[in-house]
Every structure is written in structure tokens, then in C-alpha cells.
């Protein structure tokens, strides 16, 4: 048998060994022709030999440029077939991260240390900027793995990055030190930072947060969701920042997709907000950009939650007020509504919760003052 192995003499003098074998067929079943050229004649033997054997025993994986997102987006039309809405949602959500991060990747280029960085990143930074929890992190590491099973399945890949990443210890203790290191505010602080940015412009969105809303879900709300008449709003849209892109979609989920009743101070506030657009867009004419969001400047230009939350921060500096997450304004609402016996269930419709008891464990905090209630009761009992 001939040598497979060739020289080949650049015009610069430089030597290089090459050669040209066959793979394994393609799928419309024609001649898959494979070229490698290497700088030693023992690497390119050893690769020719690899080749020659993966291709005999199906392990071959030729070389491919789709990227990650590609992949992600073929294999969530196959793998959402004939599924509940809500479902395609969850995929979606959960395979974000990894395409927010490495989706302009080849698909062949992702590694066991991508997988790693996407825990870490999603644990401390997240999507929000505050890190999300171990139990969707473990949740986006499931889909990663059915999607890479597939293209491994396909021989797209050669193994599944994902397949032995984990959460680590580490991390979970870290989350879990941050996460009882953060307070909502109590009633009374509520009340004080309201007292404190009455005279904000962004006044009456800012209740909303207090009604428990997501802050993505404060600015992708529209005049239109908002019935000033009937005094309700349907909260349907969320707008948010992921990386350097402004993403506006549905809620994450059908039960996150709910229609509110605006308690007085809030309608009163929101009645206010919209004449004041009004005027201003009056006064801004062609420069107004009308995109009729509720949560603009005085230009029309709307909010992302980073911006929302910069500006939180900057009243509660001039407020004097404990600094806090604004995603803990939902926090205090929630657990206001639940230490003031408002129904389980209620307040998981209200939170856009479809578990009571998930809504209860991760927004409701207790603190002294809620269990004086307790105490008041023994003293009926005791005295």
C-alpha cells in the first residue's frame, strides 16, 4: 500500500505533510473526502490512522460550522413538538443563558470549562443581573445535555460538554450566604422611601413594584394593558437587558400572564403619570418617540431594568433609606399580602405564581415583628 502520508514543499521552503482519505458517507449518502495537512509526518500519520479507524466504527465527527445557537434553535423546534405552550416557554428560558453566552460559538468549539463559566455566571450574575438560583441552574443543565445528546446522537459533536458539570458546593453555600444576607424592607421602610419619592416623575411605576410586579415586567408594560377606567392592569410583556440587547417577550410563563386591580393610590398615581406623558409628548412633538410603554422618559424613550434600577438606587441615596434590590420591592408586597391573611392561593395568582408553596418559600419573609402576631394570640389563649 502506498504511502498515504505526503510531502508537500511550500514556495517559502517550509515542509508540510498532507494527505486525503475517506470518511464516513454523508447522509444523502455521497463520498466524503477529508484533507489534513500537519507540520510532522507522525502527526499527521497518527490523525490519518484516527480517522481511518472513527470512520469504521461510526465515532467519526466531521468538522461543522453551525453555531450553538443554531443548534439550540433546531433542536427546540424538534424537541417542542406537539408540547404545551408553556412548556416551549420553559425550554426557551432555560437554554438562554447558554446562547446569550456562547451562541455565536461553532458548536464543536463548546467545552467542559464553557459549561463551568455558564454555572458560575448564571449563580453570581444571571440573566438580571443578581444571579439566579441553583434549582433553574440545574434546570438549563438538563436541557443543555438533552440538546447536546442530540447533536452527539447526530454526530454533530464528538461528547456532551455538559454531561458531568455540576453545581458546585462552593457556589450553592455562596448563594445561600447572599441570599439570607439580603433583607426586603419592612413595612415601615416601604412606607419611608415612598414618602421620600413622592415628587419622583417615575413615581407611579415605582408602585408598581410595590405591587409585587417584576421590575422587566414594570417596563414592558404598555398603556394599553392598563384600563384607567376600570382601574385594572394585565400584566403580558417583559422587557429586560440581556448582554447588550433589549429582549422584549411574553412572560415566562402562563400563570406569570395576569390581570391586577390597582388599589387607589396606585390608579390615582398612573392617572397622574399619563397626563403628564401627555404633556410632554405635547411639547417634545417630532422628537417625542412614542412607543407607548408607561415606563418612559420624558422623551418617550423606554426603560430597560437596568436603567429602572439605577434609578432606584439614586432615591434611595436622596431618601436615606436602607439600599436594597428593587426586585425585593416585590419581596416586601408579597410578604405584606401574606402576613396580612391574604389566601394561599391568591397570593400566588397575584405573584403570577401557579404554586402557592413556591411563592411563600422564596418571597415571604418573616421577621420579629410579623411574629408578634403569634405572641398576640397566645395572649388570648394564656391570659
Request: proline share 4%; net charge positive; glycine share 6%.
Amino acid at each position: 500500500m502506498a504511502d498515504p502520508i505526503k510531502k508537500v514543499v511550500l514556495r517559502d521552503g517550509t515542509v508540510r505533510y498532507r494527505f486525503v482519505t475517506d470518511g464516513p458517507r454523508k447522509a444523502d449518502g455521497k463520498r466524503r473526502q477529508i484533507t489534513k495537512t500537519f507540520d510532522t509526518k507522525k502527526e499527521a500519520r497518527d490523525e490519518w490512522a484516527r480517522i481511518r479507524h472513527q470512520s469504521k466504527t461510526g465515532e467519526y465527527v466531521a468538522s461543522d460550522k453551525m453555531t450553538v445557537s443554531e443548534w439550540v434553535d433546531i433542536w427546540l423546534k424538534g424537541a417542542t413538538v406537539d408540547v404545551e405552550k408553556n412548556t416551549i416557554r420553559s425550554y426557551t428560558y432555560a437554554l438562554a443563558p447558554l446562547k446569550d453566552l456562547y451562541g455565536h460559538l461553532r458548536l464543536q468549539q463548546l467545552t467542559e470549562e464553557h459549561m463551568d463559566e455558564l454555572v458560575a455566571w448564571m449563580m453570581t450574575s444571571g440573566r438580571s443581573g443578581n444571579g439566579v438560583g441553583a434549582y433553574s441552574v440545574e434546570l438549563a443543565l438538563s436541557r443543555i445535555r438533552s440538546a447536546l445528546n442530540e447533536a452527539l446522537r447526530r454526530k454533530l459533536v464528538a461528547r456532551n460538554v455538559a454531561q458531568f458539570t455540576r453545581v458546585p458546593r462552593q457556589l450553592r453555600k455562596a448563594q445561600a450566604k447572599r441570599k439570607a444576607a439580603r433583607k426586603p424592607w419592612t413595612e415601615e421602610e416601604v412606607k419611608e422611601f415612598l414618602r421620600g419619592s413622592k415628587t419622583d416623575r417615575l413615581f407611579a411605576p415605582i408602585l408598581l413594584s410595590f405591587l409585587g410586579l417584576r421590575p422587566a415586567e414594570v417596563c414592558g408594560l404598555k398603556w394599553s394593558a392598563v384600563d384607567l377606567e376600570a382601574g385594572v392592569v394585565k400584566v403580558e410583556m417583559t422587557r429586560t437587558l440581556v448582554g447588550h440587547v433589549v429582549e422584549e417577550k411574553e412572560t415566562k410563563t402562563e400563570a406569570g400572564q395576569r390581570t391586577l386591580p390597582l388599589p387607589a393610590p396606585v390608579l390615582q398615581a398612573l392617572k397622574a403619570f399619563h397626563a403628564r406623558q401627555a404633556a410632554e409628548k405635547l411639547k417634545a412633538g417630532e422628537a417625542y418617540q412614542d412607543a407607548e410603554y408607561v415606563l418612559v422618559d420624558k422623551w418617550g424613550r423606554p426603560f430597560t431594568s437596568e436603567r429602572l434600577r439605577y434609578h432606584a438606587y439614586r432615591l434611595m441615596r436622596e431618601g436615606g433609606v436602607r439600599k436594597v434590590r428593587p426586585y425585593d420591592a416585590r419581596h416586601s408586597a408579597l410578604t405584606f399580602l401574606a402576613t396580612t391573611g391574604v389566601p394561599d392561593t391568591v397570593l400566588a395568582a397575584w405573584a403570577g405564581h401557579s404554586n402557592a408553596a413556591f411563592t411563600k418559600r422564596v418571597y415571604v419573609t418573616i421577621d420579629p415583628e410579623h411574629l408578634r402576631v403569634a405572641a398576640a394570640a397566645f395572649d388570648r389563649l394564656l391570659g
